[in-house]
């Protein structure tokens, strides 16, 4: 599935209030943020509980919570206006402009 596609399937069941520009924007944030700590946690008691053992049922739950992360992640691209392609593309291309210049580590937006 194209990323563009998926986000024109996500707004089909994005049921949160959207009349406000700052409420859904709000709401999509708030919802990724929640969703990445669900992954952390679970990351977290595969450390704590499995002693970092990450077994097929830990992989498929990873997973799931990494699909929730998506829709949010799309959810908010859609209150900006964007398209999540160019989400991505935006980011390869300041990711591979790093590379290229020899700042991928360190830290700080304009590098």
Sequence with gaps: MEFDEYQRKTK???IY???????????ATLG???ESGEIANKVKKIIRDQKGDINQESKDNLGKELGDVLWYVSALATELGVSLSSVASD???KLFSR?????????GDNR
Excluded: I
């Design 12 to 14: 089909e069941t994005a």
């Design 32 to 34: 990724l943020v929640g």
């Design 17 to 27: 209030p959207r009349d406000n520009p700052m409420t859904a924007l709000s709401y």
């Design 91 to 93: 980011n390869l291309d």
């Design 99 to 107: 590379k290229e210049r020899g700042t991928l580590s360190g830290s």
